[in-house]
C-alpha cells in the first residue's frame, strides 16, 4: 500500500489518496498523485486531520495499522458525502421570501420618473433634446454657489454631521422658527417614512384624500398600516366632514394633507386645516410646493402652537436640489425628540447639507427663478386653455393638472407626446386615469410642448 499523502486546500477541504485511489470517491478509478478535493464539513475535518497524520507518521509501521485508518477515513468519507448530499436539500427546500414579513409579499412597488439616461436610451434622443416636464423639477437649476461649495467640500471623506446642524441654524433663520423644531431628512420621503415608522404599529391607520401625494398610500403599506381614503371634493377641495367622520369611526394615527396639493395645485385654506387639527389625530401637512403658492403662505410656525402638527419642506422645487435628496419638517418639542432617537445617525450626506446650505446663501436667485415660473405658469395656463379637448385646472404649484375631454385618450397623448421627446406626467389610479399633468418650464419648454400638442 502506497500513501501519497494529504494536502490541506483551505479550511475543511483536503486532497489525498492511498494506492493511487481518491478516498470517499470511485475506487475503480486510479488517479495521479494529486488528487481532486474532497470537503469535509465542520467536526468530520478535525476528527480526519489527526487519523491521516498517523499515516504519516507510520509510514514503515504494521500493515493492519495503516489499513485500519483507512478503513476509519472511507466510512467517514461515507458520512461526509450524506451530510452534504443532506445539506443540499435543506438549501433547496429554502426559499428567500419565507424571511420576508408576510405582507410585503402583496406589496404594489412604487412606479417612479425615468430619469435622462433612460429616456434618452428608449426614445432614441440626446437628454438635452428632451423637454421633461414629468416630475416638477426645477429647469433653471440650482444658485451659482451650490456648484462652487460643492467642488471645494472641504472633508467629503468624513461622516456628516447626524444633527445637520449648520443646515438646520440657516433654516431657522429662514423660516423664523427655533431650531430645536427642525429635522432635516434624506429628502421629505425619508420624513414620512420615519413618522409612519415611530407612530404606527401594524393594523394602525392612515387618512389619505386622493387624488394626492402616492408616498403616504406607499409607506403606510410598507409600515402594514391600513388606509382609510376620503376623496376630495369636486375642484379636488378637502372633504373636511369626510375626514371628521373617518377620525371618529376608525380612530386613525394620521392624517395627510397636501397644500399645494399634487396633483391639481389646489391648497387648503386655514378653516378646513383649523377644523381638521380640531380632531384628535396628528395631521401632517406637506408643503413641498409652498413657495409657488401666492394666495397662502407656509403655516410652519404653526407648529409652535399645535402639538398635533406636522410641516414638511423640501429643497427638491425651489432650490433645485431634487438630486441631492434634502427635505426638512418642523415638529412639535414633545414628539420630535424621539423622532432623533429613531432616525438614522447619518442620513443627510455631506454634499446634501452643503449644496442645500449654499442655496440658502442667494436668496435673490431663488426668488428670481420663483417669479419666473411664476410668470410661465400663467402663459401655460392660458395657451392649454386654447386647446379644445384639454381642461386645465388653476394651479398653485409648479405644475397644470389637465383633464383630457372626449374623443381623446390620456395615455395615447401621453405616449405620442413622449414620441415627439415631450414627458408629460399620466396616472394608471382610476380617478386620474382621464387626466396629463405638465410641469412648468422654460419658456423654450412651453413652446415646444404647445406645438407638439397642436399637432395630435
Known amino acids: 500500500m502506497k500513501y501519497s499523502g494529504l494536502r490541506p486546500l483551505s479550511d475543511g477541504i483536503c486532497s489525498f489518496c492511498i494506492d493511487g485511489r481518491p478516498l470517499g470517491g470511485d475506487s475503480s478509478k486510479t488517479v495521479g498523485p494529486r488528487i481532486g478535493a474532497v470537503e469535509c464539513p465542520g467536526v468530520l475535518h478535525q476528527l480526519l486531520m489527526p487519523l491521516v497524520t498517523m499515516l504519516q507518521t507510520q509510514r ?106 449648520r443646515l438646520r441654524k440657516a433654516l431657522a433663520e429662514w423660516n423664523d422658527i427655533p431650531m430645536e423644531h427642525l429635522l432635516v431628512g434624506c429628502g421629505a420621503d425619508e420624513l414620512i417614512d420615519l413618522l409612519m415608522r415611530c407612530t404606527l404599529d401594524p393594523g394602525d391607520s392612515i387618512v389619505d384624500c386622493p387624488p394626492t401625494f402616492t408616498m403616504y398610500c406607499f409607506d403606510a403599506d410598507v409600515n402594514a398600516a391600513k388606509v382609510v381614503t376620503v376623496p376630495r371634493l369636486p375642484g379636488f377641495r ?18 395627510f394633507l397636501t397644500s399645494p396639493n399634487n396633483p391639481d395645485g389646489s391648497v387648503i385654506n386655514d378653516t378646513d386645516l383649523l377644523q381638521i387639527l380640531d380632531l384628535p389625530v396628528l395631521v401632517v401637512l406637506d408643503e413641498a410646493y409652498i413657495e409657488f403658492a401666492t394666495d397662502q403662505p407656509s403655516r410652519i410656525k404653526w407648529v409652535q402652537q399645535y402639538n398635533n402638527l406636522v410641516v414638511l419642506r423640501t429643497f427638491s422645487k425651489c432650490a433645485a436640489l431634487a438630486g441631492m435628496r434634502v427635505g426638512y419638517g418642523a415638529f412639535p418639542l414633545g414628539m420630535i425628540e ?47 386653455q386654447d386647446i379644445s379637448w384639454l381642461k386645465p385646472y388653476p394651479s398653485q404649484a409648479n405644475f397644470i393638472l389637465c383633464k383630457i375631454l372626449e374623443g381623446y385618450d390620456a395615455k395615447a397623448v401621453k405616449d405620442n407626446l413622449a414620441k415627439a421627446g415631450i414627458m408629460v406626467r399620466h396616472y394608471a389610479k382610476k380617478e386620474l386615469s382621464g387626466y396629463i399633468r405638465i410641469s412648468v418650464g422654460k419658456p423654450q419648454q412651453t413652446d415646444a410642448l404647445m406645438t407638439a400638442i397642436r399637432t395630435l
Open 238 to 255: 378637502t372633504d373636511v366632514q369626510g375626514v371628521r367622520r373617518a377620525v371618529e369611526q376608525h380612530s386613525p394615527k394620521i392624517v
Open 338 to 384: 424621539y423622532l432623533w432617537r429613531a432616525k438614522q445617525p447619518y442620513n443627510v450626506s455631506v454634499a446634501a447639507e452643503v449644496a442645500a446650505c449654499a442655496a440658502l446663501t442667494n436668496k435673490q436667485y431663488l426668488e428670481q427663478v420663483r417669479d419666473a415660473l411664476l410668470s410661465e405658469r400663467e402663459r401655460l395656463f392660458q395657451q392649454l
Open 60 to 165: 514503515a509501521g504494521p500493515l493492519s495499522a495503516k489499513q485500519s485508518v483507512c478503513r476509519i477515513i472511507r466510512e467517514s468519507m461515507v458520512v461526509v458525502r450524506a451530510a452534504t448530499e443532506q445539506a443540499v436539500q435543506q438549501q433547496t427546500s429554502i426559499s428567500p421570501t419565507q424571511f420576508l414579513r408576510p405582507h410585503l409579499l402583496q406589496l404594489a412597488p412604487y412606479t417612479p420618473i425615468e430619469p435622462f439616461e433612460i429616456l434618452s436610451a428608449k426614445y432614441g434622443r440626446r437628454p438635452q433634446d428632451i423637454v421633461k416636464l414629468d416630475a416638477n423639477e426645477n429647469p433653471y437649476g440650482p444658485p451659482p454657489e451650490v456648484r462652487e461649495a460643492l467642488a471645494n467640500m472641504p472633508f467629503p471623506h468624513i461622516y456628516p454631521d447626524p444633527e445637520t446642524r
